[in-house]
Each structure stands twice: as C-alpha cells, then as structure tokens.
C-alpha cells in the first residue's frame, strides 16, 4: 500500500460512540416556536449577570484568570465550601470529560443508569474504557442494581441526581448506602445539575458526602437555573487529590473571563435564584396535574422539567405527538436514545408556552 492511501484512523471506540444530538431549536414552516427541548430557564439570566458580562466586554484583549478565582470564590461564598476544592469548567460536560481522561483506561468500567445523561456513556467509551448500564427501576435508579454491577474492573459510577430525563431522584440515605457498597478505589460521581430547582427534605446534592470522603465528586451547572447555558460554565466539587489531577489536564484558559464575571454575579444574586425556584414549583405541579388530567401518564419530577408517557394507542405515540406539537410550534425532546421511545420530555417554560402545549396535547389525544 503506497502511502498516499493511508489516512489518520481514530483510536479504536471512537467511531462506535453515538454522536449527541441536542433538542431542536426550530421547525420548517413555522415562524414562532416555543422551544421546551432544552430545560432552559424562561427567565433569563440575572440582571447583575448580564451587567457583569457587559463590563468585562470592555476587556476582551485580556486572556482570563486561568484559575477562574472570582468565580471560585462566589461559589466557596454561597456554598460555604473551601475555594481549593472547587475546579470550574466549559460547562460541566467537559469536568465529566476530565474525570474519565484522568481516571479511566482501556480495561476499565464505568457504571450508568439506563436513563442517565448521554454524555456519561460518550466520555466513558472515548477514555477507552467500557460503558456499563444497568436498569433502573421504573424511571429510577436503583442502588441495589448498581451496586451489583460493580466489578474489579469498576473505576467510576456516574448518578445524576435528580436525573434527566426522567426528573426522578434518589435521597440522601440512598446515596449513602451507594457509596458505602462502594470500594475506596472507585470514584462516585453525583451530577447535580437540577439541584438547585430540589425542595425536598430528603434530599442533599452531594456537598456533605464529598466533603468527608476521598472518592466522591459533585459536578454542577450555570445552565440551568442561572439561564448562562450560552457561556458554558461548569464546576466540581472534590478532593484536594482530584481537582489536583483534573488541573494537570484541563485545558490552562478553560473558563472564559465572559462566564467568570457573570458566573460570580449570577451566584450571588440569590433573588433571582429564588424567584425561578418559586415559579418552577408552582408550574411544575400545575403542569403535572393538567398533563394527568388528559389521560397521560407523567414520571414524578423534581426538576424543571417533566417525562410524558403516551400509549401504544393508533396515532397517539409520542413520535405522533411530537410531529402534531411540533407543527403548532411547540418543541418538546424525544427521549428515544435515552431508552424511552414512547415519551417526550417538557421543559417548565413560560407560562404562554406551558398553556399552549396543554391546548394542543387536548387537541391531539381528542383527536380521532
């Protein structure tokens, strides 16, 4: 073979990875559309936020603060955690990234639930360690389950709690008992991206349990209730040991000093944390409730989001659903590739989006 036809072949698991396919944004025909596909926040972001951004754009010759110690410091300040633990990130998919690349290998497994974030499964094949999925228990993780998944070749277990899609969670004593099944040498990591939006009395994101633990991590996001999914902005919560290994392969301006000033102010501004935690808990049940009272069968959630169930019925699957919401304008997520292939995943949006899909959905299950 001459060497005009040799070309760069991608290290063996990569081309067998699924590549993500985010929710779409738009719909041929349709001039105004409600995008629900996303879980982004109807709100915005802060005004603060949105002030501090417009303040460092007066700077953008500058390389940013490679250690993101404004941002840091914000998030040590409304936590009341230890700056030195925290490592801040392009979004809190590339901190998911980092972990695998710094604590996976060829040989290696890392353990998901069925219904957990895709990205868990992508960055665990590219470390070039094996995925392993193990079932939950209707639309919920089940500790048992996981717990006997675990091997020798065990080096990660990814939890999204609360979960997306499914807006199901597990509590603190749950986790618990997880980790204490766990062998010292495999890293449990709690994806709390919906956290913040959580009020239950059971329920704890992870701070205290990697607070007094070496093999825990927390990983969070800005893209979610502080409405800066547009910045990117991520962060972990770790060992002194992790973050100090994650250092030595993140990228050296991985945060750009865009998303550290309004990160820092966006944190800070606990009103507008509030507000948008009050009008999830009031639509989130308001929208359950209406969705149930269709006919529908919906998945508990605790998130800004809920999981809708459809039927096998004749023309009223969720593929047929999705096309009949679509065309009014109204764009929800199919969860197929998450393993839920009849249902659709709604975002708490606002509430002439949320009256809307209620509307349309009566429209279409009415429907002959």
């Known amino acids: 073979m001459t060497s005009a036809r040799k070309k760069p072949v991608p290290k063996k698991g990569v081309m067998d990875i699924a590549t993500y396919v985010p929710g779409k944004e738009t719909v041929a025909g349709v001039e105004r559309v409600y995008k629900l596909s996303s879980n982004e926040t109807p709100h915005g972001p802060s005004r603060k936020a949105i002030d501090a ?7 953008l010759e500058l390389y940013p603060d490679g250690g993101s110690h404004l941002l ?84 990660m277990v990814f939890l999204a709690n609360p979960n ?26 709690l994806d709390a991206a919906y956290s913040e939006y959580v009020r239950r009395n059971d329920y704890e994101s992870g701070i205290e349990l990697v607070s007094s633990n070496e093999n825990v ?9 502080y409405g800066l999914a547009g910045l990117r902005i991520g962060w972990i919560y770790a060992p002194l040991a992790v973050v100090d290994a994650l250092n030595r392969i993140r990228g050296p301006f991985n945060v750009s000093a865009a998303a ?14 509030e507000q948008a935690v009050d009008y999830n808990q009031i639509w989130l049940a308001r929208l359950t ?26 023309g009223k699957t969720a593929g047929d659903a999705d096309a009949f919401l679509s065309s009014r304008g109204f ?26 899909v209620l509307a349309a959905l009566k429209e279409f299950l009415e429907a002959t």
């Open 72 to 155: 840091r410091e914000a998030i040590a300040e409304v936590h009341g955690l230890n700056p030195a633990n925290i490592l801040c990130g392009n979004g809190s998919d590339e901190l998911l990234g980092l972990l695998c690349q710094a604590y996976l290998a060829p040989g290696d497994e890392g353990i998901f639930t069925e219904h957990g974030f895709l990205v868990y499964k992508i960055q665990i094949t590219a470390a070039g360690a094996s995925p392993v999925c193990v079932r939950e228990e209707d639309c919920k993780a089940s500790v048992d389950t996981i717990l006997a998944a675990v091997t020798e070749r065990t080096k």
């Open 331 to 356: 764009v929800l997520r199919q969860v197929s590739a998450y393993g839920l292939p009849n249902a659709l995943r709604m975002t708490v949006g606002s509430v002439e989006a949320i009256e809307g």
């Open 260 to 273: 550290i000033a309004a990160g820092a102010a966006a944190i800070r501004d606990r009103e507008h944390v």
């Open 53 to 59: 951004l417009a303040d460092i754009s007066k700077h």
């Open 164 to 189: 997306n899609p499914t807006g199901t969670y597990l509590p603190v004593e749950e986790v618990r008992r997880l980790h204490a099944g766990l062998p010292g040498n495999v890293l449990l990591v």
């Open 217 to 225: 991590v927390m990983t969070r996001t800005f893209s979610k209730i």
């Open 289 to 314: 409730e209406e969705l149930e009272a269709l006919g529908l069968r919906v998945t508990p959630s605790v998130g800004n989001f809920v999981l809708i169930h459809f039927t096998e019925d004749a």
